[in-house]
Structure formats: structure tokens, C-alpha cells
DNA sequence: CTTGACCTTGCCCCTGGGGGAAGGCCCATT
DNA sequence: AATGGGCCTTCCCCCAGGGGCAAGGTCAAG
């Protein structure tokens, strides 16, 4: 099958399934005589995995190796947990990063009374020194 | 001053400081007879504005309202508050997002035995059509 | 006068693709 | 047989926010 229907039936974008292989996490497609990419049953199994793999939010490279411990029969559970487990711990990074973000803007936000006057608690508190 | 001394007391990397002059998210510093960016007092407060209000996340674009904002004495304290709930509801979009992530991922890490055999929930999790 | 610390511009790199241009291919309809 | 539109191809520019490095200019102290 082209491009487009592996693009439909994985859900991963036509531009995402090239840029996938120019960055070599997918093996390059074959070809028709026309110069088309060319897919298999096989080729959207793969897509697939990656599309949920990145909804997870793993990086590309994390990607590549739960694709490479996928196919590799002599895998160990342990490594693919540690990979796992590494995201994971960037995942409540970035949920602590946001949220420490969200507790000092709250309160600004709220003590801002939102009227037509200038004074504001927001730019009060951009411009104070700490 | 130069801009070594500028970035120090202001917290905003040198490369930052030409960036953000490119990006014309700050005026074109004035320069000595040598050809060094010069920088007053001011633009230090400016610079530690910018610096506090990309901790808390606002974008480049963002930011330069925030600033064209603070500078504007007929501003509204509402035309702040509006911005700054928006910003507000694009972290807390991200966090909901992160945690989605989260407690999908948690379930299949902890189901995932971690031991020397391939069989692994993350990969099935990842691998089966759902 | 030399040395080292600072400054300058400029270029390529990163993430993960989106958007769109210019041109080639294929199928169905007229 | 021709044509139209819907695919496909490669190529390049764009986003944030700089990092890193190169080649060279400047300045102050010893």
C-alpha cells in the first residue's frame, strides 16, 4: 500500500512516516516502479506501535529502543521497565515544573483585579525584585 | 555596561540577550565606540522582567505583550488578566496531558515484572491493538 | 608588549514535524 | 485520446530558545 492509507490505518501523518525514516526509526520503505513508498501489513504494525509509543510522550531515540527491544526476542522485561521507568520520572518532572509554574501565577492572576484601571498584580509582581 | 555584566545581573544568558534583540523582544542595545552592546540600569530591570516572566512559561510572543503592557500606562489591568488566564489554561491543558500520560504508562510499568525474560505489559501494552 | 578575558558576528545543531511549492504519476471520466 | 483531480515525490523554510564553536577585534593589567 502508498503512503496515504499506511498513514490512515497507523495514524501516524504522511509527513511523520517520512520524516520517521529519514531520521531512521522506521527502515527506509520500498519502492513501486513509479518511485512510490511502498507498505506492508507488517510496516503499519510498526507505525502503530510508534504512534501510541509517542502519545506516551517517549522521544524519538526512547522510541527506537522500545522498537529495537521489541523485535528482539532475547530482551529482558528489566530493560524495558528501566527505559519506562526513566520516562516516567521525566513525565512528573515536567507535571512538578508546570505546577510550580501554575502556583506562582495563580495567585498573581488572582490578586489582579481584571478592571480598567492600569494597577495590576501581574506586572507588579514581573517587575519586583525578589 | 557591557553585556557580560548585564546578563549577570540580570540572570539572562548572553546568547539569550542577542536573541531576544533579534527576535526585536527588546530594542537594539546602544553600542560603545568598539562596537559593544551598551546597557543601562533600565534594561537590566527589563531583561529581570523577561527572565521572571519565562520561569513562569509565557512564550516569546507573550512575553513581548506582557512587556509592551508594563510600559504602557494607559494599559487595562483586565487586558493583563486576560493574557495571563491564557496562559494559565495552556499549563494546566499541559499538565492534564503530562498526567494522562502518566496514569496510562503507570499501569503497564507496574505490570511489567522488570525480570531477565522477554515477556514485558509495556510492550504488549504498546503492541496491541486496543 | 604580551596575555587572557571579554566582546563581535556567523554558522550549524537540537525536537518533531507542519506548511507549501514544484513537479511526476495514475485512474476515471468525457 | 485528453483532461482533471488526487495522489505521490523531493526540497526548503518555519516554530522555541538557545548551545557550541570558530575566527577575529578590544581592552586592561602585569
Request: glycine share 6%.
Amino acid at each position: 500500500m502508498k503512503i496515504g492509507e499506511a498513514s490512515d490505518q497507523s495514524g501516524v501523518s504522511r509527513k511523520a512516516i517520512r520524516y520517521y525514516e529519514s531520521v531512521k526509526l522506521i527502515e527506509a520503505a520500498g519502492r513501486t516502479t513509479a518511485g512510490y513508498r511502498d507498505y506492508s501489513e507488517k510496516d503499519v504494525e510498526i507505525l502503530k506501535f510508534i504512534s501510541r509509543a509517542r502519545g506516551l510522550g517517549f522521544s524519538i531515540p526512547e522510541v527506537s529502543a522500545l522498537v529495537d527491544l521489541w523485535k528482539d526476542q532475547n530482551r529482558t522485561s528489566a530493560q524495558v521497565k528501566e527505559l519506562a521507568m526513566a520516562h516516567l520520572q521525566q513525565i512528573e518532572n515536567k507535571i512538578a515544573e508546570l505546577q510550580a509554574m501554575r502556583d506562582s501565577l495563580l495567585p498573581l492572576v488572582d490578586r489582579c483585579p481584571g478592571d480598567n484601571n492600569p494597577d495590576c498584580a501581574i506586572l507588579n509582581g514581573l517587575a519586583q525584585r525578589k
